[in-house]
């Protein structure tokens, strides 16, 4: 076993400075409307959403600009380019493609006769920050400020004066019904006093069952209200049960003209909910919730200061923050949740049960970034993951509301463990971890036909569809698994599963050059065309196309090189793949961000640039990754090429705006390129600090001249985990040349 | 305030001797196949099943000779004109027209390729009896017995000497999909050893929301097994997580040929599944449960000890049974439960959550016949309904699996609650019944708008469809808060109530005296016919025609003799409803059971033959209850009229055939007929025993020439709870003329 210490958290992070070098907060720099609209008319839509939130919070109250989302641009309900909004409501993903959430809407109106309120809106009259969103509903020309703790969002309405004050509360608002058959199961409304209204929906949709009961509260009393199911209408009583209900709340407008609404959810149950706003929003003073979101932001984000450009930091915030937004708080203040088969269970005092888990996505660059800044955060994910395990009987695939929902592919909270694992962050018995993850991945579960895997040392296409991108993917997560064995001294796992991290192997065809599907017979499946795209079943790849794939043995890219020629071939490869622009039929609709065939608006190859590195050309890699970071990044709605879904696409951004990269995301080694910023400084859970210095006179100069660590010259493009934790400060001398 | 004293429970029910004069135990009467068949070829099925459970219990492990039950014939799953058996699933409903439930099918095979196996069987090879099944499976020569505790289902396989040995386990069963919104929402099996499988299921349906966690443990070891959802099947995997989970479990057919499988199940979590086993099924002797649960229905059906024939004891003790399959426990042995909102929460230490209250049918006589001869249980279920108010904020209407479904009209919480609290049973706070009957009337709820109800004192059927059913039915609810109010000295609230009490008047036409609908302008709604029927929605009057309705003024038999013209004409037009035959368009599928216009076979006029009583011709009563009994019990499979619905059917027999009947149910009354049997002991809770006497030579002396009480002459043909709870002796002398 390998001897390294155990990584101990002891940082009082709340104690880091609030104000970097250039004496502005780093939330300041954080403009949450980033990724909020498409890239071109090519791409899909960041699906970032400008609502107030907090760092890995359960509520994330925002504008809805749709009525009922469906798929692709609107998924969490905000499209930049819309220019109504429907009102308010709670729960939300960031950056995925799949629409789910948007629970219990809340929207103020002067309008007496509208159950359903809508307003235009400007951008103009419009901010959002870390915790903070406002707009002017220009309709009834109120004025609506949103904030949030971990599980209230906190609303302050401004009236007209002298207009009619009205409050209302649509419980039937979904992302479009039927589809993932999203059906409102049943819901409640009731009005508990003049100030607290109460209640719950249940839904079916892309989560198979969610339950968000809520309780909320107000400034001030309600003098009249009404309550609506579909066309049924209720004016004398304060309950209403169905699946399409409405409340309507109305107020004196001869009092105050603002009205502050608070409104807690629990997975769990209304005295769950209340017992969240109990211990987490008191407070009638909707600034100091808005502070209180700054500075916890502020607080996390600080983890890493980097000086550059306020461009590039803008940039660079806003993707960390994205980064943060998720995964969700899904325990109540006490420790309830609901587990993965819909039973109520309690963490232990002081922990958290978290959820939204796109784990296809965030296990290439999110959760290694979480453990270097959040690494006592991505101890509680993996406690998650465990814990769906054991009452589902594997590691999730992709998680919703704290369920399975079998989306993408491969067996990816593999590496998320394995990785937490092996750098001996915090406290989970390794051997519970092991025997999870081979549990896992040695019994067949939805597209993983475990004893096929062994059976044939591949996928066959015919037997398992996406069988090419599975192949590739399920052997660098047993690759990890074959580490985690080895450290442990399991050998007999080890070699099991050392021998199912080469089954990728199976699948190349030395006659071209690509990674091509094989039947269950070993026959190659007729006809090939490296351009020929897949999307989510059907095809051997998996939303690309062989060039997107070819690039995926992360776990043993010499390999790679040899499979393709050596070096120079390799090289040529890349180059070719970086330049090729040919198609071949439609592409698939979450291929965007092109640069030949690559593409930086999906997943699968968003490691390729660095590869250069491994084959003796690491300026190609430098060039490269700032050409796609200058092309494909920005400050606008549009700064992001395609989905960010859940903060990967932006974690991709800051570890290479910062000059290094997890090719292998559970190994302790990084790819070098270049820093966009001239000093990186991250501070770590150990209370040490990691510095990069690269100091540069203007953005072109992109290419390592030289590079030490701590004075001393560093000749390797690899930088290794324990560099990084030791606190060294990583010198970069730059030319553009 | 009326001085009556608390009604304590003293009798050690335990104690009662378990042999009846006969020596035969009250258990061997029942016939469970009564009432699993249809009548005549114009009813629906009593909708019994002859599975196994025991008093009020959660499951009911039975056969299930439908693959997916629609509606009408086969609610239950058990349908006795079918020829084959799909399995053994462990929850059902007694008697009701829609179908739910039906989970968790079991079934023994010999065969190795079928996952959905079937087989024929032969009512000469099937037997039942309280707490126990049995049948032989033709297809597989495998004989199949069952039994129940509360919790748990107990089988019994005996398999062929030398066949295969298999077990089939079926989440995918269930009543069709598609109606009432039927979908599997997800479910799962997982081999937790190889004798313990758990899992649950959970589905949307009539019942809304139902989570089902189950236990299972096996007396010999799976050798081995196969998962599929779908047509996804796992071969190598102990969990498979889906929709249309089937399982399938291998046993060494070298040792015993016999199998014994132990399934508890919960609506709360998996855990509590266990513990409910642990407590209540530790065994694995087979015939200790059956022994148990004959003993405890024998316990329960001793309560009314009678006299008379084979035959008509045969009847009277499977209606007995019937009226206690339901209402079942829905709390676990620990407590907990799942609230009507989806949370779960916990009843105090020894107390249950009760389940399935079919209230438009059985506030009617199966609730009063509770508080007679378990009072105890009706305070349990007063208590459920309570609570259910508590999460739900009305009272409920109809409750499945702990949830309101809104089925039927009505708010017949209201008389089961009010007649418990007149009739001090029970520690439960009378105000706090007060307070939910008034909360629940005062505020509008669906079929039920408050607010137009007391604008316009009647419910005008442009505004609020089955007008006429909802006015006289909520006359009638209305009319028994009053009679609490004023026993609780609320005098705004009597005033308030009584006048409500009186609004079906408003709908009285005495242009052709019937209840006729009238719009919300005060106008007629015309063409008025008395023998066309309505549904349930779009026309007046609910699942029958107004002569069936004109009889549901049971709160003040007086006034409506009154309004009829008098005794004589009141006699008159009720010998018309028992003559007249004609009919006009289409009967609605409930009606069945004729005698002229009255219908035996669904409940709205179920009293009207105890009207002669209050007109001055109680013989007409004698001779018309006799009539019905004779005509539409028997000890057949097509015993009932119709649909049993929970017991109601039974429970107006059980009154019936004993003598008495309450017409008002919420009252201190009951309408005396003559019994059948010679000799009806009640033994009540206060330790008294109530005593009918009836000497007859012949089944035809039904007609009352003399009665007396205590041996003192009495002339009223109403009989006082008074009477009954004092232990009186009630002794007629009878005749056949």
């Known amino acids: 076993m390998r001897n390294i210490k155990k990584l101990l958290f002891i940082v009082p992070f709340g104690l880091i400075a609030l104000f970097n070098a250039s004496g502005q907060t780093f939330t300041s720099y954080v403009n949450p409307f980033?990724?909020?609209?498409?890239?071109?008319?090519?791409?899909?839509?960041?699906?970032?959403?400008?609502?107030?939130?907090?760092?890995?919070?359960?509520?994330?109250?925002?504008?809805?600009?749709?009525q009922a989302p469906s798929w692709g641009d609107d998924g969490n309900g905000y499209y930049y380019a819309d220019s109504v909004i429907y009102g308010f409501s709670h729960t939300r993903l960031s950056g995925t493609g799949v629409s789910d959430f948007i629970d219990i809407l809340l929207m103020p109106t002067t309008n007496k006769s509208e159950w359903v309120p809508v307003s235009t809106f400007s951008h103009d009259d419009e901010e959002a920050h870390p915790g903070y969103y406002r707009v002017k509903l220009q309709t009834y020309g109120i004025d609506a400020e949103l904030s949030a703790t971990t599980r209230c969002g906190i609303h302050h309405y401004t009236f007209p004066s002298g207009a009619d004050q009205r409050l209302t509360l649509d419980l039937d608002h979904s992302s479009i019904k039927g589809r993932w058959g999203r059906t409102v199961i049943n819901s409640q409304i009731r009005v508990i006093s003049p100030t607290v209204i109460e209640g719950f929906r249940t839904i079916t949709g892309w989560a198979k069952l969610r339950n968000i009961y809520f309780h909320i509260e107000l400034s001030k009393p309600i003098v009249a209200h009404e309550l609506m199911d579909g066309d049924f209408a209720v004016y004398d009583a304060p309950v209403i049960n169905g699946e399409e209900l409405?409340?309507?709340?109305?107020?004196?407008?001869?009092?105050?003209?603002?009205?502050?609404?608070?409104?807690?959810?629990?997975?769990?149950?209304?005295?769950?909910?209340?017992?969240?706003?109990?211990?987490?929003?008191?407070?009638?003073?909707f600034d100091s919730y808005r502070s209180s979101a700054d500075k916890e932001w502020?607080?996390?984000?600080?983890?890493?200061?980097?000086?550059?450009?306020?461009?590039?930091?803008?940039?660079?915030?806003?993707?960390?923050?994205?980064?943060?937004?998720?995964?969700?708080?899904?325990s109540d203040v006490n420790g309830e949740y609901m587990a993965t088969d819909y039973s109520i269970r309690k963490m232990p005092e002081g922990k958290t049960f978290y959820s939204t888990f796109s784990l296809w996505d965030t296990y290439r660059a999110a959760h290694p970034l979480y453990?270097?800044?959040?690494?006592?955060?991505?101890?509680?994910?993996?406690?998650?993951?465990?814990?769906?395990?054991?009452?589902?009987?594997?590691?999730?695939?992709?998680?919703?509301?704290?369920?399975?929902?079998?989306?993408?592919?491969?067996?990816?909270?593999?590496?998320?463990?394995?990785?937490?694992?092996?750098?001996?962050?915090?406290?989970?018995?390794?051997?519970?971890?092991?025997?999870?993850?081979?549990?896992?991945?040695?019994?067949?579960?939805?597209?993983?036909?475990?004893?096929?895997?062994?059976?044939?040392?591949?996928?066959?296409?015919?037997?398992?569809?996406?069988?090419?991108?599975?192949?590739?993917?399920?052997?660098?997560?047993?690759w990890c698994v074959a580490q985690l064995a080895q450290n442990l001294g399991e050998k007999d796992i080890y070699e099991r599963f050392a021998a199912r991290s080469r089954y990728y192997e199976a699948l190349f065809n030395p006659e071209h050059g690509f990674f091509q599907a094989k039947n269950d017979k070993g026959e190659w499946i007729e006809p090939f065309d490296p351009l020929k795209y897949g999307a989510n079943g059907g095809n051997p790849y998996t939303e690309g196309n062989p060039w997107q794939w070819l690039w995926y043995v992360p776990h043993d890219v010499d390999r790679l090189i040899s499979l393709l020629g050596g070096n120079k071939a390799f090289v040529k490869k890349l180059d070719d793949f970086f330049s090729i622009t040919d198609t071949s039929g439609e592409k698939n609709v979450n291929a965007s961000g092109f640069v030949g065939q690559y593409v930086q608006g999906n997943e699968p190859g968003h490691h390729a640039a660095y590869l250069y590195n491994y084959a003796g050309e690491p300026r190609k890699t430098q060039k490269m990754i700032h050409h796609i970071i200058e092309e494909f990044y920005n400050t606008q709605s549009t700064g992001y090429a395609g989905n960010d879904d859940c903060g990967e696409m932006s974690a991709w951004y800051i570890f290479s705006s910062m000059g290094f990269y997890p090719v292998n995301p559970a190994s302790d080694e990084y790819a070098i390129s270049s820093p966009v910023f001239s000093s990186v400084k991250i501070h770590l859970a150990n209370g040490k600090t990691f510095t990069i210095e690269a100091p540069k006179k203007d953005k072109s100069e992109i290419y390592i001249k030289k590079?030490?660590?701590?004075?001393?010259?560093?000749?390797?493009?690899?930088?290794?985990?324990?560099?990084i934790m030791n606190g060294s400060t990583l010198q970069f001398k730059l030319s553009s040349k």
Request: hydrophobic share 35%.
């Open 371 to 478: 453990n270097l800044i959040v690494p006592e955060k991505n101890e509680e994910f993996a406690e998650s993951l465990l814990l769906h395990h054991e009452s589902y009987g594997h590691l999730p695939v992709w998680v919703l509301w704290g369920q399975e929902n079998y989306c993408m592919i491969g067996n990816h909270s593999l590496p998320v463990l394995v990785d937490l694992a092996m750098k001996n962050i915090g406290n989970i018995d390794k051997k519970r971890i092991l025997d999870a993850c081979v549990e896992s991945v040695t019994h067949t579960h939805l597209n993983f036909p475990s004893e096929v895997w062994e059976k044939y040392g591949y996928m066959p296409e015919n037997l398992q569809s996406q069988s090419v991108s599975i192949t590739l993917e399920e052997s660098f997560d047993d």
């Open 298 to 330: 502020d607080k996390y984000l600080g983890r890493i200061e980097v000086e550059g450009t306020d461009r590039d930091k803008t940039i660079f915030y806003t993707a960390l923050y994205h980064t943060m937004v998720q995964p969700n708080t899904m």
């Open 246 to 285: 409405h409340g309507v709340f109305d107020f004196d407008n001869n009092s105050a003209n603002d009205l502050t609404v608070k409104l807690a959810i629990s997975p769990v149950s209304i005295e769950n909910a209340r017992e969240n706003m109990a211990a987490e929003a008191q407070s009638w003073d």
């Open 707 to 723: 590079q030490s660590i701590d004075g001393m010259p560093y000749k390797s493009n690899i930088l290794k985990y324990e560099t």
């Open 34 to 66: 980033i990724g909020t609209g498409s890239f071109d008319e090519h791409s899909l839509s960041g699906n970032c959403y400008p609502g107030a939130t907090i760092p890995f919070g359960m509520v994330q109250p925002g504008p809805d600009t749709r």
